[in-house]
T-cell receptor, first 112, second 110 residues
């Protein structure tokens, strides 16, 4: 099915470990986004990429890095995981800023 | 700063009832507003997208309206079913990102 694919679906990390969350879309969308969802905080934007080759910080970028590898793929890296980064991470994409968004199924990350 | 509020936070209704979910936003400078559904432990499914120039959109039993001047949107669900039980999120796009409300958790009782 066409859409946004995220891997892995679940992950447990120890404090200080690093990992990369992968996201790929096959809809030829220009823009891609990373959000985190936390109870009581809702969905908050971490980073986004308006087009291939560009990335910008969102509301909560500290502790994360991103790479727009090509038009299809947008990865999120945690260099030194902290318990505060325990969350559900969603990747999304859209053709351009004034179009609707398509979300992936999420990655549930627990940092112990 | 754009803020999105959804009222009520939770709603429980008997099956078959028509219901309205509310969403308000503080800045009318938006490109569009999107309603999503989220089932427990799952991702977000897009329900309706309303462009800033539109007043409403319909899909099946769902109807969403948008009043930019008053900063309000409503999602109307007709003849609710237990399968409609989920969290409903509205989000506005001022361009380049989505700003979400906290959601309304809907429970439809058989």
């Amino acid at each position: 099915n066409a859409g946004v694919t995220q891997t892995p679906k679940f992950q447990v990390l120890k404090t200080g470990q690093s990992m990369t969350l992968q996201c790929a879309q096959d809809m030829n969308h220009n823009s891609m986004y990373w959000y985190r969802q936390d109870p009581g905080m809702g969905l908050r934007l971490i980073y986004y990429s308006a087009s291939e080759g560009t990335t910008d910080k969102g509301e909560v970028p500290n502790g994360y890095n991103v790479s727009r590898l090509n038009k299809r793929e947008f990865s999120l890296r945690l260099e030194s995981a902290a318990p505060s980064q325990t969350s559900v991470y969603f990747c999304a994409s859209n053709p351009a800023y004034n179009y609707g968004y398509t979300f992936g199924s999420g990655t549930r990350l627990t940092v112990v | 700063k754009q803020e999105v509020t959804q009222i009520p936070a939770a709603l429980s209704v008997p099956e078959g009832e028509n219901l309205v979910l509310n969403c308000s936003f503080t800045d009318s400078a938006i490109y569009n507003l999107q309603w999503f559904r989220q089932d427990p432990g799952k991702g977000l499914t897009s329900l309706l997208l309303i462009q800033s120039s539109q007043r409403e959109q319909t899909s099946g039993r769902l109807n969403a309206s948008l009043d930019k001047s008053s900063g309000r949107s409503t999602l109307y669900i007709a003849a609710s079913q237990p399968g409609d039980s989920a969290t409903y999120l509205c989000a506005v796009s001022p361009g380049g990102k989505l700003i979400f409300g906290q959601g309304t958790e809907l429970s439809v009782k058989p």
